[in-house]
């Protein structure tokens, strides 16, 4: 079946950088398109970046653009969020989810069990 | 951006029916997708294209989309339907995004 396991959180300083990774595996990895969500305890879901399958197409969230990349290596079947220039308000568990299709636009079929980051002093 | 609304929380009578909204400006033109969270866990996709459901969520659960308002109905509620509920879009205008509405806490008397 469909596993997604996230790995790379911690606490972190604000101003530093930290990388996630998702590793997936029964499924043809490389045929869908990835999503990173994020979620603040307690709060909503709050989606971050997505992914083609291809890794041709890539969008982020306003809160995130041009400090986070979204990345993904095919051959080792895992998924990256590399966060820079973090803040205390990207504090949240983050899980990496599968889209139904290569482009994505659509639904989020299977999840991670996340990675909580903790930015702080 | 594109906003939907979900009433942050609600309470319902084991065996009682549950509906829960999530309002968008002409929401009926999209496709709208549910997840349920429980404490501690990750969500998992109980309805997706506005009323399919997934293999191996029961038919107790059920979907509907229609002008500016999304329904998620559960019939007959169980006490371990108890749950926080979210609705989920696509966006592609101005520029591709997914919407999340902000959840709503089901409690179960």
């Known amino acids: 079946q469909v596993q997604l396991v996230e790995s790379g959180g911690g606490v972190v300083q604000p101003g530093r950088s930290l990388r996630l990774s998702c590793v997936a595996s029964?499924?043809?990895?490389?045929?869908?398109?990835m999503h990173w969500v994020r979620q603040v305890p307690g709060k909503g879901l709050d989606w971050v970046a997505l992914?083609?399958?291809?890794?041709?197409?890539?969008f982020y969230a306003d809160s995130v653009k041009g400090r986070f990349t979204i990345s993904r290596d095919n051959s080792k079947n895992t998924l990256y969020l590399q966060m820079n220039n973090l803040r205390a308000e990207d504090t949240a568990v983050y899980y990496c989810?599968?889209?139904?299709?290569?482009?994505?636009?659509?639904?989020?079929?299977?999840w991670g069990q996340g990675t909580l980051v903790t930015a702080s002093s | 951006s594109y906003v939907l609304t979900q009433t942050p929380s609600m309470s319902v009578a084991p065996g009682q029916t549950a509906k829960i909204t999530c309002g968008g400006h002409?929401?009926?033109?999209?496709?709208v997708h549910w997840y349920q969270q429980k404490p501690g866990q990750a969500p998992i996709l109980i309805i997706y294209?506005?009323?399919d459901r997934p293999s191996g969520i029961p038919e107790r659960f059920s979907g509907s989309n229609s002008g500016n308002t999304a329904t998620l109905t559960i019939s007959r509620v169980e006490a371990g339907d108890e749950a926080d509920f979210y609705c989920?879009?696509?966006?592609?205008?101005?520029?591709?995004?997914?919407?999340f509405g902000g959840g709503t806490k089901l409690t179960v008397l």
């Open positions: 029964g499924f043809t990895f490389s045929r869908y398109a």
């Open positions: 989810a599968k889209d139904l299709f290569e482009n994505g636009g659509s639904y989020f079929d299977s």
């Open positions: 992914i083609s399958s291809d890794g041709s197409l890539k």
């Open positions: 002409n929401i009926g033109s999209k496709s």
């Open positions: 294209y506005n009323s």
């Open positions: 989920q879009v696509w966006n592609s205008t101005p520029d591709h995004h997914v919407v």
